[in-house]
T-cell receptor, first 113, second 113 residues
Framework: GQSLEQPSEVTAVEGAIVQINCTYQ??????LSWYQQHDGGAPTFLSY????GLEETGRFSSFLSRSDSYGYLLLQELQMKDSASYFC??????????????FGAGTRLFVKA | ETGVTQSPTHLIKTRGQQVTLRCSSQ?????VSWYQQALGQGPQFIFQ???????GRGNFPPRFSGLQFPNYSSELNVNALELDDSALYLC????????????FGPGTRLTVL
């Protein structure tokens, strides 16, 4: 079956760089996405990788290695507002011609002053 | 703000009752997915709707059902509520079924007593 593994918690200091890893196991693979969710808020899309390599969007970058079934989210120049939960998610076929998105359990990032 | 709205914000029901949750998708989006998110967990895919048809389903029993209307808004219906159904229910809209970027609504917090 499908599964995603990511660390449950990461703590870092303001201004630092942090990497959140994600390994996945799916039947069929159509890309790895990352979402951010603040307490009490809705998940918001951060980035997506379909092909191997690094995608950069401002302070956030995401990497994918399909041969290793592995990806990571890199957050640079950490700010207090980056304290949130981060989810990796994979898209796979939904069995009725559509797709379904499987989310990991999330990594809670604490940014300290 | 994503433009995706959900109602109601909070809801309290008792075991065995039925509930209907509503979602209005972002303008121009024809695909809606529903997720269940328990506290401290990642969103769990319930199903996806496209052109008023279910287009992918996760591991949820048939008492979870849905509808999509011609204006792409959607409903999630849950029958015979159980205590474990207490969760945040999120809907997410996207431009098409294979979009990797989904836009989430604020969610409906359901409590089953």
């Amino acid at each position: 079956g499908q599964s995603l593994e990511q660390p449950s918690e990461v703590t870092a200091v303001e201004g630092a760089i942090v990497q959140i890893n994600c390994t996945y196991q799916t039947s069929g693979f159509y890309g790895l996405s990352w979402y951010q969710q603040h307490d009490g808020g809705a998940p918001t899309f951060l980035s997506y990788n379909a092909l191997d390599g690094l995608e950069e969007t401002g302070r956030f970058s995401s990497f994918l290695s399909r041969s290793d079934s592995y990806g990571y989210l890199l957050l640079q120049e950490l700010q207090m507002k980056d304290s949130a939960s981060y989810f990796c998610a994979v898209r796979e076929e939904g069995g009725t011609g559509g797709f379904k998105t499987i989310f990991g359990a999330g990594t809670r990032l604490f940014v300290k002053a | 703000e994503t433009g995706v709205t959900q109602s109601p914000t909070h809801l309290i029901k008792t075991r065995g009752q039925q509930v209907t949750l509503r979602c209005s998708s972002q303008s121009g989006h024809n695909t809606v997915s529903w997720y269940q998110q328990a506290l401290g967990q990642g969103p769990q895919f319930i199903f996806q709707y496209y052109r008023e048809e279910e287009n992918g389903r996760g591991n949820f029993p048939p008492r979870f059902s849905g509808l999509q209307f011609p204006n792409y808004s959607s409903e999630l219906n849950v029958n015979a509520l159980e205590l474990d159904d207490s969760a945040l229910y999120l809907c997410a809209s996207s431009r098409k079924t294979d979009s990797n970027e989904q836009f989430f609504g604020p969610g409906t917090r359901l409590t089953v007593l």
